[in-house]
């Protein structure tokens, strides 16, 4: 049973928050698509991930592995082969497409294909401007010594 949720209500007491929304919308149109070839996500370190897909009997060069802005998609396109008089057929050869919507700041670092696996390693790189940092306090002299005569004052009356 597929549920679909109007997100315009939140739209007008938010700002800012429409990618956030919008990444909803997608990822529940996403579920109908079929999940076809299977593939694991595996957190491998504090800021580093790996995407498996399991593309038996497809090679390097039916693969085709693209990253751009947050978006990460991998397709497969198997070549016609000439029917060598199959009894069975049960390697799926079908084509295929998988996006990933990847945070902000998440880049490919590298892709390997080996024992039928494809297998794309991520990292997250946090610009320095944007990691968090300390901020000294610092109290003002000046501050501090008229605040305290202001209540000795009160004091005198």
Request: no cysteine.
């Amino acid at each position: 049973m597929a549920t679909s949720y109007d997100y315009a209500p939140l739209y007008r007491s938010s700002v800012g928050f429409d990618r956030v929304f919008n990444l909803l919308e997608n990822a529940q149109r996403a579920r109908s698509i079929s999940d076809w070839p299977p593939y694991d996500i595996v957190k491998t370190g504090d800021d580093t991930y790996r995407i498996s897909i399991a593309v038996a009997g497809f090679t390097q060069d039916e693969l085709d592995v693209t990253f751009q802005s947050n978006l990460l998609t991998v397709t497969g396109k198997k070549q016609e082969a000439a029917a060598e008089g199959y009894l069975h057929r049960g390697i799926a050869g079908r084509p295929f497409e998988h996006r990933f919507e990847l945070a902000d700041h998440v880049s490919v670092n590298g892709a390997d294909l080996s024992n039928g696996l494809l297998s794309i390693d991520l990292v997250r790189e946090i610009p320095e401007a944007l990691k968090p940092r300390k901020i000294s306090i610092e109290s003002a002299p000046g501050l501090m010594s008229a605040a305290s005569a202001q209540i000795e004052e009160h004091k005198a009356a």
